[in-house]
């Protein structure tokens, strides 16, 4: 650990808090964050030597594990042709066909760098589409570091108790209302309260930002029912669960489809890409065609294009199938860890997510995670580190499996979970 400590002491005095995005700085959990020289497949190394079954997986983009070859190659590939142009690209469009044949909501798709310009430029042609000022999201959710978005906001913002963020005068987030995720009704009760101000709807339709929530049964069909009849635009964020839980996201597996979707992670293979898409009538209100500005010096980056080609074309079904398989397997390896230890614990799994609450029996929204014991957290994350498994430093983030990820990691990840949690 010496090499990471001295270098997280010299990243703080140039950087604030030592990290370019928050969680990264373990505050959550305590200790040092490891400072990381090299990945492989499913593990990763630190510039001490030590070596992690990494479950964190680049917080979700990195679905092949780490260094894939043919992610590698068609990175090198492109940039030997160079790494940018600012001009358009053939793979640009071999990318917008990918997307839009993975997701039939999605007529034309905009690329941008990053999921927090994809939620940002989403919520932008949403209000310019409807005429109407108003967005309305759920507690818990993160959609990047979007102003009118930084209210009751999930992941690194509900890590560090900061759901509403300084900085963000209240003139911003005025036009945001925040229902609790699962209450149909009270999204209702907003809709009808104000019949012609609501734009958008933003959700993840599964969550990941607080730790891994499900949509109770019917909760995403009645968001699609209640926003059609009240003239507001359906976005799901599937920043994460976009390539992850199938190729087509949620929308996908539930046969929704939503009116604009945010796309990023896997999308660009580990390199920085985002995306938004939805109908031709709305997404065309985008300029050069419409009126609604949205740029990007990067959008479309050869080598992200590239990185995002190789990973999208390898994905199919025997996939998605590998990924539940292992999920399903390290789900009932926990379980019966739980079972055997008596441990109170809600463990929450889609396909190749997962979180473990500690001191909760189920977890539905925001106020329930926030009642999950953080502490005990803390201690099984430095106990699973311990013995070389390097999960999400905060409670309320998602684990993640891979491709790259075996029985035989996922076993040694149950065992070291019943030492770890019989330790504690
Ligand atoms: N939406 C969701 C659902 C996310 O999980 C994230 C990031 N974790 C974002 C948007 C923002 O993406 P980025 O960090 O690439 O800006």
Request: aromatic share 8%; hydrophobic share 45%; glycine share 12%.
């Given at each position: ?6 270098l997280f002491?010299?990243?703080?005095r140039v950087?604030?808090?030592?990290v370019n ?5 373990w ?7 490891r ?8 593990r990763l190394?630190d510039?001490?030597?030590?070596s ?19 992610v590698?190659r068609?990175?090198a590939?492109?940039?030997a042709?160079?790494v940018?142009?600012g ?7 071999e990318l ?9 909501s999605?007529?034309?798709?905009r690329?941008?760098?990053s999921?927090t310009?994809?939620t940002m430029?989403?919520?932008?042609v949403a209000?310019?589409?409807?005429g109407?000022?108003?967005?309305l ?7 990047g570091?979007?102003d009118a978005l930084l209210?009751r906001a ?14 963000v ?7 945001t ?5 699962n ?5 209702e009760a907003?809709l009808?309260?104000?019949?012609r ?8 339709p599964?969550?990941?930002n607080?730790g ?7 909760f995403l ?5 209640l926003?059609r ?10 920043v994460?669960?976009?390539?992850r ?9 539930t ?10 992670k ?11 898409g ?9 300029s050069p065609?419409?009126g609604t500005?949205?740029a990007?010096?990067?959008?479309g980056?050869p080598l992200a294009?590239a ?24 789900e009932?390896?926990l379980?019966?860890v739980?079972r055997?230890r ?5 463990l929450h799994r889609?396909g ?5 609450f500690f ?5 539905r ?9 953080t ?7 430095h106990g699973?580190?311990?013995r070389?498994?390097?999960?999400p430093?905060?409670?309320?983030e998602?684990?993640?499996l891979s491709l790259?990820?075996g029985e035989a990691?996922?076993d040694?990840?149950a065992e ?5 949690l019989s330790a504690?």
């Open positions: 650990m010496k090499r990471s400590e001295k002491a010299e990243a703080r950087i604030p808090g030592g995005s928050p969680v990264r700085a505050k959550a959990v305590g200790g040092t964050p400072f990381v020289s090299r990945g492989q497949g499913a190394t510039v001490d030597g030590r992690y079954v990494d479950m964190v997986c680049s917080w979700g983009p990195l679905i092949f594990g780490h260094a894939h070859p043919g590698l068609a990175i590939d492109a940039a042709r160079g940018s142009f001009a358009p690209t053939p793979g640009e469009v917008a066909r990918e997307i839009i044949t993975a997701f039939p999605i007529d034309k798709v690329l941008v760098s999921g310009e994809a430029s989403a919520i932008r209000r310019a589409f409807t109407r000022p108003g967005l999201k759920f507690s818990g959710c993160y959609h570091h979007v209210v999930g992941s690194g913002a509900a890590t560090f108790g900061t759901p509403d963020s300084e900085g005068p209240e003139a911003f987030t005025a036009l209302r925040v229902a609790e995720y209450d149909l009704a009270a999204v907003m009808r309260a104000t019949p101000e609501i734009a958008a709807v933003i959700v993840e599964v969550v990941g607080m891994v929530v499900l949509p109770k049964t019917g069909e009645g968001l699609r029912k926003t009849r009240f003239g507001a635009l359906l976005i799901f964020d599937e994460i669960t976009g390539f839980l199938a190729k087509g996201g949620v929308q996908e597996l046969g929704i489809a939503a009116d604009l979707t945010c796309l990023g896997i999308l660009g293979g580990g390199l920085p890409v985002g995306a938004f939805g109908r031709t009538e709305i997404m065309d209100k985008l065609l419409g500005y949205q990007g010096t990067l959008s980056n294009v990185a995002g080609l190789a990973t999208l074309r390898e994905l199919g079904p025997k996939s998605y199938a590998r990924l539940e398989a292992l999920g399903a397997r390290l009932e390896r379980r019966r739980l055997d008596r441990i109170r614990a809600a889609a190749s997510m997962w979180t473990l001191g909760v029996d189920r977890v929204n925001f106020t329930e995670a926030r009642a999950a014991d502490k005990a957290y803390a201690r099984f994350f699973m580190l311990e070389g498994f390097y999960l430093p905060s409670q309320f998602a684990a993640f790259a990820h990691e996922v040694e990840a070291a979970a019943a030492e770890a504690s």
